[in-house]
């Protein structure tokens, strides 16, 4: 399932890759968690059946679970057994450590129940909706399902998964992979659904609401549903079927695709929209308009899917492996179904919110000294990760990027990988040493900031252009300027300073900086007398 500890050498950086966290004891390989719901009160009753498999010797394993605090939020456990013979457990700071009867080996495998019961303070959203209706919603990223799952609360341990929800009858039950049971017995509803493909924790759910369902249409055998609040079924049926039409595109470009089906979901979380595996939630907020103005999200959490969900950062300072690629991957749809101008409408108003971050935090992409993950919800994972991959695409070209980005879906699906990975996949792929091109766009804060100046000599028929860098240390990278008629010249720039002159048919009426859209950098171009 999982890999353990291997080092990756290459002309990229040296980087230790882990299926698990560095020290893990255990690797979770599947949970079954049947969750009892009511409407008289916020309080969860839990039961978790957990199979370990051990990768060190150890007489006792931990698990994350929030502790009950002063406000009565959080869980409280009842009972910890294996084969029905209970074990010692404590419970303290946010921890379940649980002691086996004698030391377990490496190898081995285990299966326990935890029985818990408490009120979530997050993690589980027990809210009510726009239209004034109880709802139930997972909202587990990044780590906040261990407000209501005791489990590893970490991207890098990935398990298949069971959900059985107990609920009042008047409520549907959506979450992760196939639904296998629906009955009503006694005005309770049991929902269980079961997911073979292993997941991160930030993306198990459930969706518990009284919802009016439709299936959209089918992709190689795949039923897209939509899952929305029945006050505004028409719009959100018309909006969310715009996922049959988004689907295919990454089918055919990146990969198969690896889940049974794919519902997207309104509902009442924290987030605009969260690419859980195979059950997408969308905010009731802005998402459903009856217009399609949601395409661009739609597009975005779809494309989670594949990256995010199957490739998954091996940790969070990695995240622009996830975000960054359905940030652009949603731009090459666009660009697909849209056009280039399109495109690069988007690729602009990204730059400007790239700029505009770095001016109030200079942070590099790759952050590993960010410890409240939330904070990693930025420009930089996002907007400047997508850059980044535009402008490998454009070094590399469109046959080799897209070979480079099937390769490294296919390698890494189902499994973790962090920046190194992908250049290592991009290098073996381009035969381009692309070290310098990971370094200074993903381990280094800011961009090129660019003070450009032109000047026209009549005499000789030719414009002198001079580049200056303004930033601390120097960039390198292609620069393209659009020279009045005279077509578009490109710039190697290596140095602080650049000096080029080329002979031209006339003076320039103007003289533009990228007119392809094709560098992440901030500055200006001037004529000068």
Avoid at 134 to 143: E, I, S, T, Y
Avoid at 199 to 219: N, P, R
Wanted: charged share 20%; hydrophobic share 40%; net charge neutral.
């Amino acid at each position: 399932m999982k890999r353990t500890l291997l080092l990756i050498v290459s002309t990229c950086l040296a980087i230790i890759v882990t299926a698990q966290q560095p020290g893990a004891t255990i690797d979770v390989q599947h949970y079954t968690f049947s969750i009892t719901l009511n409407d008289t009160s916020d309080l969860v009753k839990g039961n978790a059946a957990i199979e370990i498999l051990f990768i060190k010797d150890a007489p006792a394993i931990a698990l994350d679970l929030i502790s009950e605090n002063n406000n009565h939020k959080g869980q409280t456990v009842l009972q910890v057994t294996e084969q029905g013979k209970p074990l010692h457990f404590t419970h303290i700071n946010n921890q379940l450590t649980i002691q086996f009867a004698a030391p377990v080996k490496s190898g081995e495998r285990r299966n326990i129940e935890i029985a818990y019961e408490g009120i979530p303070a997050d993690g589980l959203v027990i809210t009510q909706n726009k239209y004034g209706h109880r709802v139930f919603f997972a909202d587990n990223w990044p780590n906040r399902a261990h407000n209501w799952l005791p489990c590893v609360d970490h991207p890098a341990d990935k398990a298949s998964l069971d959900f059985i929800v107990i609920a009042p009858a008047h409520y549907q039950v959506i979450a992760n992979g196939v639904k296998t049971q629906d009955t009503t017995i006694n005005q309770l509803r049991y929902t269980h659904y079961t997911e073979t493909t292993p997941l991160s924790t930030k993306i198990m759910v459930i969706g518990v609401a009284e919802f009016a369902i439709q299936q959209s249409g089918t992709v190689n055998d795949i039923p897209v549903y939509s899952w929305v609040y029945p006050e505004e079924k028409e719009k959100g049926f018309y909006d969310y079927a715009l996922a049959v039409d988004i689907l295919p595109y990454f089918i055919k470009n990146v990969g198969p695709y690896a889940f049974k089906k794919l519902a997207n979901v309104e509902s009442t979380t924290i987030f605009g929209g969260m690419e859980n595996a195979s059950a997408i939630f969308y905010s009731d907020d802005a998402s459903i308009t009856g217009t399609r103005k949601s395409e661009s999200l739609l597009a975005h959490e779809i494309a989670h899917q594949w990256f995010g969900d199957m490739a998954t950062e091996a940790d969070w300072s990695h995240l622009w492996l996830s975000e960054g690629f359905a940030t652009y991957m949603t731009i090459l749809y666009f660009e697909q179904k849209h056009g280039p101008d399109t495109a690069k409408q988007m690729l602009v108003k990204n730059r400007n919110m790239v700029i505009d971050f770095a001016r109030k935090e200079m942070r590099p992409v790759v952050d590993s000294s960010v410890t409240n993950y939330m904070k990693l919800l930025n420009a930089n994972s996002y907007q400047k990760g997508g850059w980044v991959l535009h402008m490998l695409r454009r070094q590399l070209g469109d046959a080799l990027f897209w070979k480079g980005i099937q390769t490294y879906y296919s390698r890494y699906s189902g499994k973790n990988a962090v920046t190194g990975d992908l250049c290592k996949v991009m290098e073996e792929v381009s035969g381009t040493n692309l070290q310098p091109f990971f370094q200074q766009w993903l381990f280094r804060a800011g961009q090129p900031k660019l003070d450009i100046t032109w000047k026209y000599n009549t005499a000789k028929k030719e414009i002198n252009v001079t580049v200056i860098q303004q930033q601390n240390e120097p960039y390198q990278f292609p620069l393209e300027l659009q020279i009045g008629n005279d077509g578009i010249k490109q710039l190697g720039i290596r140095n602080r300073e650049t000096h080029i002159t080329w002979p031209v048919t006339e003076k320039p009426g103007t003289v533009i900086v990228d007119p392809q859209v094709n560098l992440l950098f901030e500055g200006q171009i001037k004529e000068t007398r």
